[in-house]
């Protein structure tokens, strides 16, 4: 297929069923081997990001405190988290690092107390709070039939726009952001996904208007967080967020996605319609 080398498609496939049967395997134990994979996909994602902030210039991140936030975040959802109970956390996380900042400037005359707060929280936003409320998701009754629908459209709409781009891509996207992304792209993505619903619905014989909701969300939110992560990636000058899963980048390159998409079907689930 042209623009797809094969050696590269073949790596991308089997690193992609290692994903996938980890995901579902999580999803269907549930409990705390659904939250282990959350949080090592979650960490290794904020490790990633902080990176990607280092190579700017101006962020000087405190990086153990981001993480010990991040883990807060993260087990406070075994109890069923609260809204507040976030807030304290990202709260507490800011004056930490306040704290630190006042330290470096007492010490050495600089700090760096904006870029620092900034960049350190914004990985907890962009990256944690998501995950944490796909294991919110699981909690709920219909739980692990959503996230498996989930998680079903957003990689349907990743493969198809990756191969319907990759094969018919004339039109660019964003070709400031990602330059490979092309209209054809995205509309295979919309296509992809809707599609994978229209299955599940028949097979599983469910009610088709929530679960459309989640093929919507995955076909064009997905898709913007996919461009919101290459936008970082463009600002760092760097091609992937790391290399950990072969043909795929790092972890957040990945799962840059389903952030977005499980943010959002978390809203509809577990808040709107509970």
């Not at 998501?130 to 990689?155: E, H, K, Y």
């Not at 726009?161 to 891509?169: D, N």
């Amino acid at each position: 297929m042209a623009g797809i080398g094969r050696r590269d498609l073949v790596s991308r496939s089997l690193s992609g069923l290692v994903v996938v049967f980890g995901i579902l395997g999580g999803i269907y134990r549930g409990g705390s081997v659904w939250i282990l994979v959350v949080a090592l996909l979650a960490l290794f994602s904020l490790s990633e990001y902080y990176r990607l902030l280092s190579l700017v210039g101006q962020y000087r991140l405190s990086r153990g405190v981001g993480y010990i936030s991040a883990l807060a975040v993260i087990l406070s959802s075994a109890e069923g988290v609260r809204p507040v109970s976030i807030a304290l956390i990202l709260s507490l996380t800011v004056y930490a690092i306040f704290m630190i900042e006042m330290v470096r400037r007492q010490l050495w005359g600089v700090s760096f107390a904006i870029g620092n707060v900034g960049g350190t929280l914004s990985g907890i936003l962009f990256i944690i709070v998501p995950w944490t409320c796909m294991i919110l998701l699981r909690n709920l009754p219909t739980g692990s039939f959503v996230l498996v629908t989930l998680f079903a459209c957003t990689w349907s709409c990743d493969v198809t726009a990756y191969l319907v781009g990759a094969r018919w891509g004339k039109v660019k996207l964003c070709e400031n952001i990602s330059p490979k992304k092309t209209w054809e792209g995205f509309i295979g993505g919309v296509l992809g996904s809707v599609l994978m619903i229209a299955v599940i619905v028949f097979v599983t014989e469910q009610p088709p208007f929530p679960l459309f909701l989640i093929g919507l969300i995955c076909s064009f939110a997905g898709q913007l967080g996919d461009l919101a992560e290459s936008l970082i990636k463009r600002e760092a000058g760097a091609k992937d967020a790391g290399r950990l899963i072969p043909g795929h980048g790092g972890v957040l390159d990945r799962f840059d996605s389903i952030l977005i998409n499980g943010l959002l079907t978390y809203l509809i689930f577990g808040v709107i319609l509970l």
